[in-house]
T-cell receptor, first 116, second 120 residues
Protein backbone atom coordinates (compact mmCIF):
# COMPACT_ATOMS: atom_id res chain seq x y z
CA UNK A 1 0.00 0.00 0.00
CA UNK A 2 2.75 2.39 -1.05
CA UNK A 3 1.55 5.98 -1.13
CA UNK A 4 3.90 7.01 -3.91
CA UNK A 5 4.28 6.11 -7.58
CA UNK A 6 7.62 6.23 -9.34
CA UNK A 7 8.78 5.08 -12.78
CA UNK A 8 10.57 1.75 -12.45
CA UNK A 9 13.69 2.89 -14.26
CA UNK A 10 15.40 5.89 -15.83
CA UNK A 11 18.63 6.57 -17.66
CA UNK A 12 20.79 9.65 -17.52
CA UNK A 13 24.02 10.70 -19.20
CA UNK A 14 26.95 11.50 -16.97
CA UNK A 15 27.23 15.23 -16.30
CA UNK A 16 23.61 15.93 -17.13
CA UNK A 17 20.83 16.64 -14.69
CA UNK A 18 18.78 13.67 -13.52
CA UNK A 19 15.14 14.50 -12.83
CA UNK A 20 13.31 11.79 -10.92
CA UNK A 21 9.53 12.20 -10.64
CA UNK A 22 7.25 10.99 -7.88
CA UNK A 23 3.48 11.07 -7.59
CA UNK A 24 1.91 11.26 -4.15
CA UNK A 25 -1.63 12.37 -4.92
CA UNK A 26 -3.04 11.22 -1.56
CA UNK A 27 -0.50 13.03 0.58
CA UNK A 28 -1.86 14.47 3.81
CA UNK A 29 -1.20 17.91 5.20
CA UNK A 30 1.13 16.61 7.91
CA UNK A 31 3.17 14.38 5.63
CA UNK A 32 6.61 15.21 4.38
CA UNK A 33 8.20 13.97 1.18
CA UNK A 34 11.46 12.11 1.76
CA UNK A 35 14.00 10.83 -0.73
CA UNK A 36 16.47 8.07 -0.06
CA UNK A 37 18.69 6.13 -2.40
CA UNK A 38 20.24 2.69 -2.19
CA UNK A 39 23.39 1.78 -4.01
CA UNK A 40 23.72 -1.91 -4.72
CA UNK A 41 24.27 -4.03 -1.59
CA UNK A 42 24.38 -1.02 0.73
CA UNK A 43 21.98 0.52 3.19
CA UNK A 44 19.76 3.39 2.05
CA UNK A 45 21.22 6.88 2.14
CA UNK A 46 19.17 9.93 3.09
CA UNK A 47 19.10 12.56 0.36
CA UNK A 48 16.60 15.28 1.15
CA UNK A 49 13.11 15.96 2.44
CA UNK A 50 10.52 18.73 2.25
CA UNK A 51 6.99 19.73 3.15
CA UNK A 52 5.83 22.26 0.59
CA UNK A 53 8.71 24.54 -0.24
CA UNK A 54 11.47 23.62 -2.62
CA UNK A 55 14.58 22.41 -0.87
CA UNK A 56 18.22 22.21 -1.86
CA UNK A 57 21.25 20.69 -0.21
CA UNK A 58 24.70 19.57 -1.29
CA UNK A 59 23.33 16.41 -2.85
CA UNK A 60 20.16 17.41 -4.65
CA UNK A 61 17.18 19.70 -5.08
CA UNK A 62 13.59 18.81 -4.31
CA UNK A 63 10.80 20.49 -6.21
CA UNK A 64 7.30 20.01 -4.78
CA UNK A 65 4.27 21.12 -6.77
CA UNK A 66 1.98 23.71 -5.25
CA UNK A 67 -0.79 21.15 -4.68
CA UNK A 68 1.84 18.79 -3.18
CA UNK A 69 0.58 15.89 -5.24
CA UNK A 70 3.89 15.32 -6.95
CA UNK A 71 7.55 16.13 -6.61
CA UNK A 72 10.80 15.89 -8.53
CA UNK A 73 14.23 15.07 -7.22
CA UNK A 74 16.97 16.75 -9.20
CA UNK A 75 20.58 15.61 -9.25
CA UNK A 76 22.15 18.60 -11.03
CA UNK A 77 25.23 16.90 -12.45
CA UNK A 78 24.84 13.15 -12.34
CA UNK A 79 27.92 10.96 -12.00
CA UNK A 80 28.41 7.24 -12.40
CA UNK A 81 28.36 6.95 -8.61
CA UNK A 82 24.77 8.20 -8.60
CA UNK A 83 23.59 4.94 -10.16
CA UNK A 84 21.22 3.56 -7.53
CA UNK A 85 17.60 2.87 -6.63
CA UNK A 86 15.88 6.08 -5.58
CA UNK A 87 12.97 5.91 -3.18
CA UNK A 88 10.35 8.60 -2.73
CA UNK A 89 8.52 8.23 0.58
CA UNK A 90 5.80 10.24 2.30
CA UNK A 91 5.82 10.18 6.03
CA UNK A 92 4.02 12.04 8.81
CA UNK A 93 6.18 14.41 10.75
CA UNK A 94 6.34 13.51 14.44
CA UNK A 95 8.28 15.49 16.96
CA UNK A 96 6.81 13.72 19.97
CA UNK A 97 9.81 11.43 20.21
CA UNK A 98 10.26 7.80 21.12
CA UNK A 99 7.51 6.18 19.10
CA UNK A 100 7.24 4.22 15.89
CA UNK A 101 4.96 6.86 14.41
CA UNK A 102 6.32 8.12 11.14
CA UNK A 103 8.16 4.97 10.12
CA UNK A 104 9.48 4.81 6.58
CA UNK A 105 7.66 2.53 4.15
CA UNK A 106 9.64 1.76 1.03
CA UNK A 107 8.04 1.20 -2.37
CA UNK A 108 9.80 -0.20 -5.41
CA UNK A 109 11.63 3.01 -6.24
CA UNK A 110 13.26 4.10 -9.48
CA UNK A 111 16.40 2.43 -10.76
CA UNK A 112 18.54 5.28 -12.06
CA UNK A 113 21.36 4.28 -14.35
CA UNK A 114 23.93 6.93 -15.17
CA UNK A 115 25.94 6.05 -18.25
CA UNK A 116 29.14 7.57 -19.65
CA UNK B 1 24.99 12.88 8.41
CA UNK B 2 24.92 10.58 11.39
CA UNK B 3 26.71 7.23 11.20
CA UNK B 4 25.14 3.86 11.86
CA UNK B 5 27.23 0.70 11.84
CA UNK B 6 26.30 -2.95 11.65
CA UNK B 7 28.23 -6.03 12.59
CA UNK B 8 28.90 -8.40 11.01
CA UNK B 9 28.66 -7.21 7.42
CA UNK B 10 28.07 -10.77 6.29
CA UNK B 11 27.57 -14.11 7.98
CA UNK B 12 27.14 -17.68 6.84
CA UNK B 13 25.63 -20.18 9.24
CA UNK B 14 24.21 -23.67 9.31
CA UNK B 15 20.50 -24.31 9.43
CA UNK B 16 19.18 -24.46 12.98
CA UNK B 17 21.74 -22.13 14.50
CA UNK B 18 21.13 -18.62 15.84
CA UNK B 19 22.76 -15.48 14.53
CA UNK B 20 23.07 -12.10 16.26
CA UNK B 21 23.40 -8.86 14.32
CA UNK B 22 24.44 -5.65 16.05
CA UNK B 23 23.41 -2.14 15.08
CA UNK B 24 25.15 0.87 16.59
CA UNK B 25 24.64 4.59 16.28
CA UNK B 26 28.17 5.97 16.44
CA UNK B 27 27.76 9.69 16.93
CA UNK B 28 24.24 10.17 18.21
CA UNK B 29 21.78 8.65 20.61
CA UNK B 30 19.03 6.69 18.92
CA UNK B 31 15.79 6.56 20.84
CA UNK B 32 14.24 4.48 18.09
CA UNK B 33 15.76 1.83 15.88
CA UNK B 34 14.19 -0.05 13.00
CA UNK B 35 15.03 -3.40 11.47
CA UNK B 36 14.39 -4.11 7.80
CA UNK B 37 14.82 -7.14 5.60
CA UNK B 38 15.46 -7.09 1.88
CA UNK B 39 15.29 -10.07 -0.46
CA UNK B 40 17.05 -10.00 -3.85
CA UNK B 41 15.51 -7.58 -6.33
CA UNK B 42 12.91 -6.50 -3.79
CA UNK B 43 12.41 -3.39 -1.71
CA UNK B 44 13.06 -3.03 2.00
CA UNK B 45 10.42 -4.48 4.28
CA UNK B 46 10.11 -3.19 7.82
CA UNK B 47 10.29 -6.00 10.35
CA UNK B 48 10.09 -4.22 13.68
CA UNK B 49 10.53 -0.98 15.55
CA UNK B 50 12.29 -0.79 18.87
CA UNK B 51 12.40 2.00 21.39
CA UNK B 52 15.17 2.10 23.93
CA UNK B 53 14.21 0.29 27.08
CA UNK B 54 10.94 -1.16 25.84
CA UNK B 55 9.73 -4.14 23.85
CA UNK B 56 9.90 -4.06 20.10
CA UNK B 57 6.82 -3.62 17.95
CA UNK B 58 6.71 -6.16 15.16
CA UNK B 59 5.07 -5.74 11.78
CA UNK B 60 2.31 -8.08 10.78
CA UNK B 61 3.62 -11.45 9.67
CA UNK B 62 6.98 -11.17 11.45
CA UNK B 63 7.50 -13.80 14.12
CA UNK B 64 8.65 -12.11 17.30
CA UNK B 65 9.91 -15.37 18.80
CA UNK B 66 12.09 -15.98 15.78
CA UNK B 67 13.49 -12.49 15.39
CA UNK B 68 14.50 -11.31 18.84
CA UNK B 69 15.23 -7.63 19.15
CA UNK B 70 16.96 -5.96 22.06
CA UNK B 71 17.44 -2.21 22.37
CA UNK B 72 19.07 -1.95 25.76
CA UNK B 73 20.95 1.29 25.23
CA UNK B 74 20.63 4.47 23.21
CA UNK B 75 23.42 3.40 20.88
CA UNK B 76 22.93 -0.34 20.45
CA UNK B 77 20.21 -2.61 19.15
CA UNK B 78 20.58 -6.29 18.34
CA UNK B 79 18.60 -8.63 16.12
CA UNK B 80 18.90 -12.34 16.79
CA UNK B 81 17.63 -14.74 14.17
CA UNK B 82 16.86 -17.88 16.12
CA UNK B 83 16.95 -21.35 14.58
CA UNK B 84 17.79 -19.88 11.21
CA UNK B 85 16.67 -21.67 8.04
CA UNK B 86 17.58 -21.11 4.39
CA UNK B 87 14.46 -19.02 3.82
CA UNK B 88 15.82 -16.55 6.39
CA UNK B 89 18.72 -15.80 4.09
CA UNK B 90 18.42 -12.11 3.31
CA UNK B 91 19.96 -8.66 3.62
CA UNK B 92 19.16 -7.25 7.06
CA UNK B 93 19.39 -3.49 7.51
CA UNK B 94 18.97 -1.43 10.63
CA UNK B 95 18.06 2.21 10.88
CA UNK B 96 18.36 4.64 13.75
CA UNK B 97 16.48 7.80 14.51
CA UNK B 98 17.39 10.47 17.02
CA UNK B 99 15.45 13.23 18.65
CA UNK B 100 16.94 16.68 19.07
CA UNK B 101 16.50 19.11 21.85
CA UNK B 102 13.18 20.78 22.48
CA UNK B 103 12.11 22.89 19.54
CA UNK B 104 14.44 21.25 17.06
CA UNK B 105 13.37 17.68 16.45
CA UNK B 106 15.87 15.64 14.50
CA UNK B 107 13.74 13.21 12.68
CA UNK B 108 15.77 11.77 9.84
CA UNK B 109 16.49 8.09 9.85
CA UNK B 110 19.99 6.94 9.12
CA UNK B 111 20.68 3.47 7.86
CA UNK B 112 23.42 1.00 8.53
CA UNK B 113 25.35 -0.69 5.72
CA UNK B 114 23.41 -3.94 6.08
CA UNK B 115 24.25 -7.52 7.01
CA UNK B 116 24.11 -10.29 4.44
CA UNK B 117 22.89 -13.51 6.08
CA UNK B 118 23.25 -16.81 4.26
CA UNK B 119 21.84 -19.92 5.91
CA UNK B 120 23.06 -23.21 4.49
Amino acid sequence: DAKTTQPPSMDCAEGRAANLPCNHSTISGNEYVYWYRQIHSQGPQYIIHGLKNNETNEMASLIITEDRKSSTLILPHATLRDTAVYYCIVRPWNNAGGTSYGKLTFGQGTILTVHP
Amino acid sequence: GAVVSQHPSWVICKSGTSVKIECRSLDFQATTMFWYRQFPKQSLMLMATSNEGSKATYEQGVEKDKFLINHASLTLSTLTVTSAHPEDSSFYICSARAWGTSGSPYNEQFFGPGTRLTVL
